[in-house]
């Protein structure tokens, strides 16, 4: 490649396998923050530093640093939290983070407001809770995700463990974690410490850009299997996992004005059995590390290495690689993408409850004492939990008989709104953003609570209060809450500004398109009572919104854009 | 050191030509540039002396015909009272001259025949800094006898704690016990200084204008830094300095308010140099009046005369009158007035810790509030002090700032016995508007200045406001290109909320201003211990366990958490410990040790803490190590700026 490196690529070439001077920044009295490469290279151990926004200015003024503080990221394979570790998990958003336990759109937790020096003491902890942050964030392999919702028990069980799987196999070898966060101790032996450093499949800079593996069990598609750089559809015939349809090239991040970015839906290109799989996963990692941009991070994701290079050129290396080709893709099919609330009852006659979180905030506010209530449940639940990749919750492996006592502490703490909350309040996901998010153009989930009333009030009007629309809304155009697969989106654009995003389906298997640019609220909402309107009059029998809007020519179907060559070394 | 001028012209042997061309030579001069040829002749006098006994003239005073005036001043009340002195026994054509206690000669002292001591207590019985040699080389056995010695003291002290004017008492004591005379009697000025000083300085001088009349009107002219000071706005004739900034300098969430404040000198004539203070006259709260008013249940508007002057009741206790802060005459007053036999009790000398403990805890109001009589206005101005202004430590060099003068304001504003309660200045200041205007005046401490030599590496310790002085000096090292280390010890709360001025440290840290900045966050490293425990407990612990503890220790039963807080809390001084070897390394090289802030506890223990470092690193005993930071002291390379 002619083109030189981006200057993070020099920066994880001299990190010696991701220390750079972490420890020493973290060592620094003076101040709050780390040095700016090291911040980067701390994204590797689970964490962004930020600050808080709301407060820049102000402390500026007086002559006070930013507010900083940190977002750390556990990396929970299949959002699978033990009643153990919530507790820990509990501690930590109490006495480490400011108050909240946050759920993630890849299934995971995260903590804000975590000051510097209870970073090491806050790792520490998650670490003896058998629980780790190294790879949540970072040009790795992160969490990776998989149906949370137990539909098909056995399966279910295989496929989180193919999760847990690859998200540990994948994960960085390097023992700088160890090293910075826990005194070099280890509670589950690893890496042996007189075995020298090296990281077989990443090398020394890693990947170009973060890889995202989900695993979704059809006919659910609460990963948003399409979203994934590697998604992996279970194909499960008479309750026995055959194997897994394999797709690539799915993510949402894109730049405003810039057509060179773009959401890009995953491409199934084969089939493959359960023995094949770690290599394939293994492997279409190697490829990326190997083909992906080093010199511009914006198009450093396999979308681009697949639209650039091409997706035959992409399958052929890869069976190469292998030394066996991948088998047809299985039929299969999706109902939807959301999750399915209130109690389900498991093949082996345990119990499954899903409870709807707002934006994934667990917090004691109010009445919704919704933290205090999960902490409640985790002291007397035998079974575990299951965070959505929906930033929603489920209470599972229940056994019959607990039904009523944790329904009685889900009702005494607020978190029993699943049950009469709105459809379009239930189907309604937003990233953090401001004041934390360091890439917020405008609000996401501060935002939603003021939003909701509004669109369920225009719903209302038109009749259509029990319609499941999918609203994701996001600060900016990156895409934590993927808002390309929103039937309604708001992706951020400025203060109180957003772009109007419409069309995508039920199932995350349509991007949706831009239908107002750059509006306010005022205009957003105006631009939707009259659709409203149509879909309340014209919708057939279960037809979506965004079906509905491309059925009758509201929308036009857009054709996939690609990255032109030129733009790619 | 100081200046002391005699504008009135003693006979001369210079003939009227030579007269009339010094004259032309010197018209249209500032008074500035005057005094600088008055100090260049009184140089070129002093050459001329030491070149040969033969040409001394005849002006020079013997010490039998002048009048020494020594002052050791800590916060520069004792000197600014001296220096008046000075000014006053020159004006009335007394030979005089005026010395800071450490420069006194102390082998003159058998010679001396008027001296005047004007001399500070500080906190339990310290005598100030700069004269601390002074007062103990006249305790001691190797002060001479002093039978044909003339002498006066005017002590300055604190009534609200034990060892009131202790300082003073002593030396009035012990000179007399030498053989000395007292052509004044022993003064004791309080806070409100002036009101036994004024009188006071009276008296001495009338004294030693009879005692000095036969002898010959002569100028001893030593004008050295106090030139500048000559300027046209003085603490009686303040400037009044416009508002350029007033920002609040902790976070919103900050327990204390703290205000970095701007204003402008320009067209003051007004100059000062890092380590001085800038005085500024407040006016009180006018919440606090209006409080006053219904507690008196008087008026407001209601003329009323006092000393000479009539003005509006609101007036003199919003302007005029010490209304923040308790004396003893007050409560004197009022105990009598009412006939509290509780306050009364309070007067006897046995009770003096607890009349001091009210002193400082409480404010007028609160005794106001709580023994109602029935005032007379008049008595109840007789009753109160002046209203005095306050000293700030300035924050700012002037080769950074210009003609502007920075400040670090710690707003006191608390609220006690059911109502809010202010300070007088920090009130006033933090209230000013931008472009209001603050009455200022320049108080310059000649014992808290850089190191002459700008290749000495300094030490500055200063927590909470206390590191205001040393902004100035940094900037001011930085300006002049001084190549000497600069080393800060900053505490306070909170690292989040009450790091002050932490963006500036933090540039002066990457420029190479600053070289090295160690801190002490008293409130934070306590919590970390109180929260470790929670978490950081061993994997094998049943975590449901922990948790259930965890919530359990919210409850007040449980105060575990306190005794942690207690004994964990961290500062300045801990870290002076901490950096002990390399601390007495520095000091050992030369540097000098500034400590800025409060007196009653941190000054104090950060003293203790040199001690003791000197002994673990320097191998002293604990005797030399205490005579080795006196020493420090002496030689002026430790200096203070407490309060």
Known sequence: MTTPLSDFEHVKAASRFLRGGIAEGLADPVTGAIGEDDGKLLKFHGS??????????????????????????????????????????????REHANG???ITTRQ?????????????????????????????????????????????SPAHAITYAWAAKLSEDLAPKTRAYHEIWLDGEQLVGQHAADRPEAEPLYGATYLPRKFKIGLAIPPLNDVDVFAQDLGLIAIIEQGELQGFNVAVGGGMGATHNDATTYPRLADVIGFVTPGQLYAVAETAVAVQRDWGNRSERKHARLK??????????????????????????????????GDRYGWIEGHDGRWHLTLHIESGRLADVGERRALTGLRELALVHTGDFRLTCNQNLIVANVEAADRARIDAIVEAHGLDGYRRQSAIRRHAVACVALPTCGLAMAESERYLPALLPKLEAALERHGLADAPILLRLSGC????????????????????????????????????????????????LEALDPLFARYAAGRTQGEGFGDFLLRTGILAPVSPRRIPATVVA | MNAAVAPELPATTLDAAKVAQLAQLTEGLTPAELYWVAAWSAAKAAQAQRAGASARPAVGAEPSQRLTIVYGSQTGNAKRLAEQLARRSSDAGLPVRLLRA????????????????VISTQGEGEPPDDARGFVEFIAGKRAPKLPSLQFGVLGLGDSSYPQFCAIGRQLDARLAELGGTRFASLGEADVDIETIATPWLDTALERAREGLKTAT????????????????????QPFAATVLANQRIVARDSERDVRHIELSLEGSGLHYQPGDALGVWPRNPPALVAQWLEALQLDGEREVAHQGRTLSLARWLGAEREITQLSRPFVKTLAELGKHADLLDLLRPEQSARLAALLTRDQPIDLLRRYPVRWQPEALLAALRPLTPRLYSIASSPKAVGEEVHLTVAVVDYEAHGSAHWGAASTFLAAADEDGRVPVFIESNERFRLPADPARDIIMIGPGTGVAPF???????????????????????????????QTEWQDALKRGALHRLDLAFSRDDVRDVARESALSKSPHTDVRDVARESALSKSPHTDVRDVARESHKIYVQDRLRENGAELYAWLEGGAHLYVCGDSAHMAKDVHAALIELAAAHGGLSPDDAKAWLDDLLQQGRYARDVY
């Open chain 1, 108 to 152: 995971t937790f995260q903590w804000h407001g975590i000051i510097k020096r209870k970073l090491k003491p806050t790792i520490a902890a998650i670490h003896h809770a058998l629980a780790t942050t190294i790879a949540a964030c970072g040009d790795v392999v992160r969490n990776v995700v998989s149906t949370a919702n137990p539909v098909e």
């Open chain 2, 102 to 117: 450490d420069a006194y000669p102390q082998r003159e002292l058998a010679q001396e025949r008027y001296l005047a001591v």
């Open chain 2, 471 to 501: 902004r100035a000096f940094v900037q001011e090292r930085q300006e002049s290109g001084a190549t000497g280390r600069n080393w800060l010890f900053f505490g306070n709360r909170h690292f989040a909320q009450d790091f002050l001025y």
């Open chain 1, 100 to 102: 909240t336990l946050r």
């Open chain 1, 304 to 337: 681009y290495t697949l639209d650039h290079r091409g997706l035959d050129a992409f399958v052929a290396e890869l069976q190469s690689r292998l030394g066996f080709a991948l088998q047809p893709p299985r039929p299969f099919r999706f109902d939807h993408n």
């Open chain 1, 477 to 524: 155009p990156n895409g934590c809450s993927r808002p390309y697969l929103g039937e309604i989106a708001l992706v951020g654009r400025g203060p109180g500004r957003y772009d109007l995003r419409l069309g995508a389906d039920f199932s995350g298997q349509r991007l949706n398109q831009v239908y107002r640019e750059n509006v306010d609220e005022a205009a957003i």
């Open chain 2, 217 to 236: 009107p002569v100028a001893r002219v030593t004008p050295l830094h106090a030139v500048s000071k000559q300027a046209a706005h003085s603490r009686e």
């Open chain 1, 48 to 93: 962004y530093q930020q600050d808080d926004r709301d407060l820049r200015d102000e402390r500026r003024r007086q002559k006070l640093e930013p507010a900083y503080s940190f977002m750390l990221r556990a990396r929970l394979p299949g959002g699978v939290v033990t009643p153990a570790q919530w507790l820990v998990f509990d501690c930590i958003a």
